[in-house]
């Protein structure tokens, strides 16, 4: 700190300031090139509003900059009549730009290419303009700011801002050295403007005053008066001379009708000793004396300009800005109140100024006077900022335009539309593709015509529009007729010729998140006889209104049919959408399920049971004269994207179908998909819009990705391809901006390969430990001490001082969770003791009838409840005792669902929790269990207010007050004086917690009273559904429409909140037995979607349930959970064929565990000598020797696996004659198109494509599902594990092809792919060794030990048969356990995903590599043998896959190379090989 403190003296206290150098940056050097780096920016982010120092430019290169909410934008303005170019944006990410300051002169080399801003949080922080990164920042300020300048000390180049607290800092940059200046009395400095003539002082605006301070040692200099109001902006003059013109003293009759009489005749009469003259007529001595200058020009909130002189320290003009050049003031409905700003600037000597309705004007000024000249009027609202760009004065308003004027030609350059908030919705008019639509957070419509003269002409529609617009939708036919919906639920359209807007009567009470134009529903029983009519969606409800009576009532679709009936729309809707032809309607609902209904009468035709997460966006192929006008792309909050080919349902018409799975599901995603654009030139091509900041483009046929954009820094909202241009895109995302784009352009292709440039672009802001108070820091240590807020309204609190309310909040939060401990002990467990709890659940209402009918029951036999209760209690324990057994036998009996042995729970542990969601009787021993819980623990309080709920406060008020521990509420309940004020007592102080937020007492209160009801809705808004499900069931245990109120709030908050199991034991509770089938259907764990199966099988849902079962079991599958797939057959009917698919999947997963056993051995898996080679090594020839030696081997343990699985077909039942359904069945239930995944994800494909291809039955048929098993594991990129597939199906080599199947001798093609694929993986993994680095260290070694026997017996080494080289060098190898063998045959997790080039591993290899170069020479002899053969020109490789080349000639072209580079064989030996190879290039190309 003291070296600090020395260098801070030494650096402020010189006189003389000498060079430091350039300035320290990241990046020194740089070519003048700052180009935004994704696509251009359509719609960039509005400049703010109320600073003057908003905006900045800089002449000398073009530059123009903006403070944005949250972002800086630089423009390139040019002087041609062209659209300024963004070419970069800046994101500050949560901080608010407020100013920003370029540096004066472009040329300087060590500023020149940065730039000042502050921020709202009080920092100020230099960027450098090229790259966007932070060079230096500091935070002195301790209150907003409001001014900044550049100026020079001693020199040295120094950053000056002014704020609120009287502060003035001087900061320089280089050094990090800052000196604040204070003044005193003076607390609110608005404005700094360094002279740009002696820049070692600065005008200080302090409200009405101007300040001339020396920034060295902030002395006052100057103090300047005559402002009636706050100044706003302050503009030194840079021309030379005298800005005053005094030719021009006449009157100017029309400038003085327009200014203020009272103002003017003050302004004459004044005579200040301030001034330096008792002449009243001083402004004309001022102007003939010797001294003038330096003058600036400034302007308050009061409209009023004044011309000051510094050299005579007061002003020589004053002006009065009108507010319209028309000459009276206009009264309109947005009449100027308050502050009114006035911007300034100065062109060739001359005084520009804005006007409060949005003009430029032009002034001449005289000794005395002033008179103006107006130049346009372009904005419509008020001016805040005037920049100067070359002759091009540039303008902002509130009109949210970037207008530009050029000043000499007095001619209009181009209009800039802006956006103050973020994007909402934007569209193209079909009609004409000119015509953009966009709307916003900002309340308003913005329609862009790129075919306009003026370049972007926009137009803005605004009148009459209520709410930020969130959703369009354009007419099919009447041109120009656009739909809007409102976030606070207003519907309408506008005609955007006239601008006119025209409303539909009010319906919805919150957001309308989509409107769309359709023919009409249903139009025989909604008697509709218009053409078209407009939808539109909120608050979970579809609407159809009539544009020909705007006023009328819409028609709800959810009325049309009846609840009960089949064919009833679902509550959940979350989005709707038409089919091309308006012949269908398709609902998504936030369960995932997507229902089409025939529009004609809202039959249901067809439900895509697919998707688990909430549908986000359905959108059909647009028309074309292929079949995909029937395809719909479906977008939800899952990353994946869903494609279904809907042609054979809706062609057929076939009624009620369930689609499991989709036609094709789009993979890539890192987050969810919440907009999909199909594009209007190309068929199958889609974009879609993305929370982790990107735009992808599909190729639908293939489900291919194509392009990636990565221009956004935030979460994307929208796309839309252009309907002009083919190879242009449109979108937005949460960032106040539209950007517009050429997928041609981009160099990604998925957002993995993004990721890593979006890292690079989001700047992060240093963070300055050294700042941090020690108030922070204990803040920040509270608020980590805290658990995350509940979704209840609740905020968090950062500050300090706020620790006391924090306290109390988190105390009254523990509180509520210790109100039913004993019920939270007990359900504690996983989530295998709610699947339990659910089919508990299940068995007691099918054994007391569907529903709540125990309810009616119990209110028609109200009357004779008193002679019952005897009889009730003596049964009771009987009942109590008899359904212990029921409830342990059903526990064993779904045993399954359990992970442990030991997480079997306890029956009372069952009962009890089922005491809550079974019938109200229960409820009183569950309130009595945990009345005695917290008795124990002495929270009478809790006791209390569940006594409360129960029904039983007096006697507790009793004990209370014997035990003398009566509390508030306890005193309060106790009727004193009259039962009238005690009920008004009660009631006020109810509410008077309910507003401290201490709800459940306020609750009780209202109980106390009798208002049941009223303290039940209180307890769902404020979300305490456990206690207002109890007080229901206690005290109005036979009002059934409460209950099922109750129950179905807190099943759609567990629902938000991810409980599903939760949810599907409410609404189960209830007799909503589908809707918890389908709470459980949205987990993705297998017991979850068993339990959702067997829910669905008690609604009578067949369809559903055999679904659900199926993907429970494929679930299972996946993770090798083989125990629960046994169970799960013995309790899901009609799914024994799924034993076929389980037998495969076992024999595939032992044949990899085997030949990790063999490696963990030390014996050669795969490749080496098979038994018959080595017995008759010694005899062979040497030719013989190459192809033995390189022959394929398999341990004796391994045995053909499709014999196995036949094997053990046979042995569970499966025989023969049953194939032919087995494969109809595999057919009907695997028909969806996939690209694995994982490794597991990959054999399990692979097993349901070999159990297709065993019970093949044609020749075509099994030739297909070998080719699409092979194409599985070409599709992985990684020939590891095509290796692996093709030597399992072929244990014995290509020679014995009988292991392959039946119709091997017919399925020509087919087997000879599987041939080529055999050795082509032998080749890739050969070839693989010799590109690593330990491949040339191996040969040339080994080489040089056979070379060189240590017996000097060269015969002998030369005898020494290859085969036996091999096993020798790997019984010394380091094979490593089982584990480590799993990891290396990728059956353990992916950490780095499928796509990653193969590594060898020398501890993990499962590929013996060869040991000399002998070895690997045979090797090649081997494969070129193979090649030889005549197999099928295979053509089709590139249409299994685009992932591996696989061009056997080509690698072995490179191992003869490698051989030549390693120098150990014989050239004449290279030189044979080569031309072996080139025949059979040769050969096989002419076949």
């Known amino acids: 700190m003291e070296e600090d403190t020395d260098f801070h003296c030494r650096f402020w206290d010189r006189n003389e300031f000498l060079s430091f150098g350039p300035l320290m940056c990241r990046f020194p050097q740089y070519d003048y090139d700052i180009e935004h780096e994704a696509g251009e920016i359509l719609l960039p982010p509005s400049p703010n509003w109320f600073l003057s120092n908003a905006l900045d430019s800089r002449s000398e290169d073009g530059l123009l900059v903006t403070a944005s909410f949250k972002s800086i934008v630089v423009y390139k303005v040019t002087q041609e009549k062209a659209m300024p170019k963004v070419i970069k944006l800046i994101p500050l990410g949560n901080e608010k730009v407020l100013l920003v300051k370029l540096h004066p002169n472009a040329m ?42 550049w100026g020079s000390v001693g020199g040295e180049e120094v950053i000056v801002t002014v704020g609120s607290g009287g502060r003035m800092v001087v900061w320089q940059a280089k050094d990090s050295v800052t000196r604040v200046h204070s003044f005193p009395y003076m607390n609110e400095l608005s404005s700094v403007e360094v002279n740009p003539k002696d820049p070692s002082q600065a005008l200080v605006a302090v409200l009405k005053t101007v300040l001339l301070v020396s920034l060295k040692d902030g002395k006052i200099l100057t103090q300047l008066k005559g402002h009636e109001y706050e100044i706003y902006c302050v503009k030194w003059y840079l021309g030379s001379g005298s800005p005053l013109e005094p030719e021009l003293a006449g009157n100017n009759s029309r400038a003085e009708a327009l200014c203020d009489n009272r103002t003017k005749e003050k302004v004459s009469s004044e005579d200040s000793p301030d001034r330096g003259s008792d ?110 760009v070359g002759d091009i004065a540039v303008t902002s308003g509130q009109d949210r335009f970037l207008q530009g004027y050029h000043l000499k030609k007095s001619s209009h350059m181009f209009q800039v539309p802006t956006l103050g908030a973020t994007a909402t919705t934007l569209s193209f008019c079909p009609q004409d ?60 359209w506008t005609d955007v010729a006239s601008g006119r807007v025209t409303t539909f009567a009010y319906h919805h009470q919150k957001s309308v998140y989509k409107v769309e134009w359709g023919l009409p529903v249903c139009p025989e029983k909604t008697g509709s006889s218009e053409d078209w009519y407009a939808y539109s969606f909120g608050d979970r409800e579809i609407v159809m209104r009539s544009s020909s009576d705007p006023m009328s009532d819409p028609v709800c679709l959810q009325k049309l049919v009846a609840e009960s009936e089949i064919n009833a729309l679902p509550k959940d809707v979350t989005e709707f959408s038409f089919s091309p032809d ?37 959108l059909w192929h647009p028309p074309t004269q292929s079949h995909y006008s029937d395809v719909l792309a479906v977008a939800s909050s899952e990353k994946e994207i869903y494609i279904f080919d809907m042609e054979k349902y809706l062609q057929d018409d076939k009624i009620g179908s369930v689609v499991t799975q989709a036609t094709r599901d789009l993979q890539g995603h890192e987050s969810r998909v919440v907009w999909l654009a199909w594009s209007p030139h190309e068929d199958g091509i889609l974009a879609s819009a993305s929370y982790d900041h990107t735009v992808q483009l599909w190729d639908t046929k293939t489900g291919e990705p194509k392009v990636n954009y990565g221009g956004h820094l935030n979460r994307v909202f929208r796309v839309e391809f252009s309907p002009s241009d083919p190879d242009l895109m449109y979108s937005f995302a949460d960032e106040n901006s539209v950007h517009v784009w050429r997928p041609s352009e981009q160099t990604a292709k998925t957002p993995a390969e993004r990721s890593v440039n979006l890292k690079d672009i989001r700047t992060k802001k240093p963070k300055d430990k050294e700042t941090e108070t020690v108030e922070e820091t204990q803040s920040k240590a509270v608020e980590s001490s805290l658990p995350a807020e509940k979704k209840n309204g609740g905020s968090s609190v950062t500050s300090g001082t706020k620790s006391t309310s924090i306290s109390a909040a988190a105390s009254k939060k523990g509180h509520y969770k210790s109100f039913f401990p004993k019920f939270h002990t007990v359900c504690s467990k996983k989530k295998s003791f709610h699947h339990l709890l659910l089919l508990n659940l299940l068995n007691q209402t099918k054994n007391a009838g569907t529903g709540n009918g125990h309810l009616e029951e119990q209110v028609e036999d109200l009357e004779d409840l008193e002679e019952e209760l005897e009889e009730e209690k003596n049964s ?28 079997m729970p306890e029956p009372e542990d069952i009962e009890y929790a089922l005491s809550l969601y079974g019938n109200p009787d229960q409820i009183d021993g569950l309130l009595a269990a945990e009345i005695d819980a917290h008795e124990k623990k002495e929270n009478t309080i809790q006791a209390g207010l569940i006594h409360c709920w129960q029904g039983s406060l007096a006697d507790h008020i009793r004990q209370a007050a014997k035990q003398r521990k009566l509390s508030e509420f306890l005193v309060a309940s106790a009727p004193q004086v009259s039962m009238k004020l005690w009920q008004f007592a009660c009631e006020s102080y109810a509410e008077q917690l309910i507003d401290e937020g201490d709800i459940i007492t306020g609750a009780s209160y209202l109980i106390n009273i009798l208002k049941v ?66 709470a459980m259907a949205r987990k993705s764990d297998a017991g979850s979607l068993f339990v959702a199966a067997k829910l669905y099988a008690g609604a009578e849902k067949d369809d559903l349930a055999k679904a659900m079962g199926l ?30 698919v389980s037998c495969c999947h076992n024999v595939y997963l032992q044949i990899l565990q085997q030949v990790s056993s063999e490696m963990e051995k030390g014996e050669r898996y795969l490749i080496g000598d098979t038994a018959e080679n080595r017995e008759g090594n010694t005899n062979a020839n040497r030719d013989e020797k190459k192809t033995e030696s390189a022959a394929v081997s398999v341990p004796l343990v391994l045995r053909p696996p499709l014999e196995r699985i036949r094997e053990d077909w046979s042995n569970i039942g499966i025989t023969q004659e049953q194939y032919g359904d087995l494969y109809e069945t595999l057919t009907l239930n695997f028909s969806m198109q996939q690209t694995p995944t994982t490794v597991k994800q990959l054999w399990y494909l692979v097993t349901v494509a070999t159990c297709k291809m065993l019970t093949s039955p044609n020749k075509e048929a099994w030739e297909q599902h070998l080719k699409t098993a092979l194409g599985y594991a070409l599709s992985w990129g990684k020939v590891d594990q095509l290796f692996h597939l093709t030597h399992a199906l072929l244990p014995r080599g290509t020679s014995d092809l009988t292991t392959s199947g039946n119709h091997y001798l017919e399925a020509e093609e087919a087997v000879s792919l599987l041939c080529y694929m055999y050795n082509y993986s032998e080749i890739s993994l050969l070839h693989s060794f010799l590109e690593s680095d330990e491949a040339s260290s191996v040969l040339r070694v080994q080489n040089s030990r056979t070379d060189h026997p240590k017996d000097g017996s060269e015969k ?132």
């Open 279 to 388: 002449s009243k007529n001083w402004r004309e001595n001022t102007v003939s004396s010797s001294e003038t200058g330096p003058f600036f020009v400034s302007s308050d909130y009061g409209r009023n300009i004044l011309l000051w002189d510094v050299s005579a320290k007061r002003y020589i003009v004053r002006a009065n800005v009108p507010h319209s050049t028309s000459g009276f003031k206009k009264q309109s409905k947005d009449k100027v109140h308050g502050k009114q700003h006035i911007s300034l600037g100065w062109y060739d000597g001359n005084l520009y100024s804005s006007t409060v309705r949005g003009e430029l004007l032009s002034w001449s000024l005289w000794p005395g006077g002033a008179k103006f000249k107006s130049l346009h009027h372009l904005h419509n609202r008020a001016i805040y900022n005037l920049v100067l």
């Open 582 to 618: 308006y012949k269908y309607l398709a609902l998504g609902s936030q369960d995932g399920q997507v229902r089409v209904y025939r529009r004609a009468d809202l039959t249901l035709v067809v439900t895509l049971a697919v998707v688990r997460k909430t549908i986000q966006h359905l």
């Open 876 to 903: 009771e324990e009987e009942v109590k005792e008899g359904s212990l057994p029921g409830i342990r036998s059903l526990c064993e009996k779904y045993s399954c669902l359990l992970e442990k042995d030991t997480e």
């Open 108 to 149: 300087e080399t060590k500023y020149g290419h940065t730039l000042a801003v502050v921020s709202d949080t009080y920092t100020v922080t230099l960027f450098n303009m090229h790259s966007g990164e932070v060079i230096s920042q500091h935070r002195e300020h301790e209150k907003p700011v409001s001014g900044i300048a």
């Open 1356 to 1487: 002998e080494a030369k005898n020494v048969p290859i085969a036996d080289d091999v096993p020798e060098s790997l019984e010394n190898m380091n094979v490593g356990t089982l584990e480590t063998q799993l990891e290396t045959l990728n059956l353990a997790k992916d950490a780095d995903g499928p796509r990653k080039t193969l590594e060898m591993n020398a501890k993990n290899q499962f590929y013996v590599p060869p040991q000399s170069c002998k070895e690997l020479t045979v090797r090649v002899h081997h494969h070129l043998d193979h090649l030889e053969k005549d197999y099928k020109t295979l053509h089709n490789l590139d249409v299994l896959s685009t992932k591996v080349s696989c061009d056997s000639e080509k690698f072995l072209g490179e191992i003869i190379l490698k051989l030549k580079e390693i120098g150990k064989v014989e050239e004449g030996d290279i030189e044979a090989l080569s031309q072996r190879l080139s025949e059979v290039a040769r050969d096989n190309s002419s076949k």
């Open 1013 to 1078: 009801e009223e303290a039940i809705n209180i307890l769902l808004k404020h979300h305490y559904y456990r206690e207002a499900l109890a007080i229901a069931k206690s005290r109005l245990g036979c009002n059934e429409e409460i209950m099922n109120k109750v129950v179905t709030a807190w099943a759609a908050s567990a629902i938000y909140e991810g409980s599903f199991d939760v949810a599907a034991l409410l609404q189960l509770s209830i007799g909503q037995v589908e809707s918890a089938a389908r």
């Open 433 to 492: 593709v000119n015509r953009l639509a966009i709307g916003s957070l900002d309340n308003n419509i913005r329609l862009l015509n790129f075919g306009s003269p003026v370049p972007l002409q926009t137009q803005t529609i605004y009148h009459n529009i209520n709410g930020k617009v969130l959703s369009f939708s354009w007419h099919p036919v009447h041109e120009g007729r656009l739909l809007f919906g409102t976030a606070t639920g207003q519907v309408g």
């Open 1111 to 1140: 993907l429970a079991l494929k679930e299972a599958s996946l993770k090798h959970e083989h125990g629960k797939i046994e169970s799960f057959l013995q309790h899901l009917p009609g799914f024994d064929w799924y034993k076929a």
